[in-house]
């Protein structure tokens, strides 16, 4: 079976742009989990989605809004992008809500100019 | 809170060496812990997990982390290390909703011959 798999890998945007990443989780599982990964950092949580709704949320401002499809594959979507949204972003899935392993991507690297 | 406290960032040995890598953690609520792996480049790879039961667990290549309640610990060990084992690796504990991951800082292993 495939895994989680983000697109695109690399992308380049300039301050002020509006930027929207893609996942595409394990089969089978229905949550998917966005985290941020500042360079040098660990992962920092930044939503859950479980059967296309919305189960939790980090701190992270409002710029950042994202949505489940109904064949759970989600997208995150960042406005107004800062110098410091530069990032690994990290999808994850798992197959229920909580309590179980998430299963991560390869990430796409942002860098905003 | 949940929060995850890797005590070393980085942590040089050499080829075929034993290694110890420190995580303690703060949790009010049952604990699920875990190891993850992140090799340059790419996404976390789950190491091992503990979810109840044993207190020891092993990972297939060879690594292995004891739960210690006592301690709030959950140290990684390797009775030896190979080259290939040089990479990232982050300590985890679920939040108190078992929604989302809370990662430490990471520490990075460099193996050397």
């Known amino acids: 079976d495939a895994g989680v798999t983000q697109s695109p890998t690399h992308l380049i945007k300039t301050r002020g742009q509006h930027v929207t990443l893609r996942c595409s989780p394990i089969?089978?599982?229905?949550?998917v989990s966005w985290y941020q990964q500042v360079l040098g950092q660990g992962p920092q949580f930044i939503f859950q989605?479980?059967?296309?709704?919305?189960?939790g949320r980090g701190n992270f401002p409002d710029r950042f809004s994202a949505r489940q499809f109904p064949n759970y594959s989600s997208e995150l979507n960042v406005n107004a992008l800062l110098l410091g949204d530069s990032a690994l972003y990290l999808c994850?899935?798992?197959?229920?809500?909580?309590?179980?392993?998430?299963?991560f991507g390869n990430g796409t690297r942002l860098t905003v100019t | 809170a949940q929060s995850v406290t890797q005590l070393d960032s980085q942590v040089p040995v050499f080829e075929e060496a034993p290694v110890e890598l420190r995580c303690n953690y703060s949790?009010?609520?049952?604990?699920?812990l875990f190891w993850y792996v992140q090799y340059p480049n790419q996404g976390l790879q789950l190491l091992l997990k503990?979810?109840?039961?044993?207190?020891l667990v092993e990972s297939i290549n060879g690594f292995e982390a004891e739960f210690n309640k006592s301690q709030t610990s959950f140290h990684l060990r390797k009775p030896s290390v190979h080259i290939s084992d040089t990479a990232e690796y982050f300590c985890?504990?679920?939040?108190?909703?078992?929604?989302?991951?809370?990662f430490g800082k990471g520490t990075t292993l460099s193996v050397s011959s």
């Open positions: 949790s009010s609520v049952s604990v699920y």
């Open positions: 985890a504990v679920f939040n108190q909703a078992g929604t989302a991951l809370i």
């Open positions: 994850a899935s798992s197959p229920v809500r909580g309590d179980s392993p998430l299963h």
């Open positions: 503990y979810l109840s039961g044993s207190t």
């Open positions: 089969s089978g599982h229905k949550s």
């Open positions: 989605y479980y059967e296309k709704e919305e189960r």
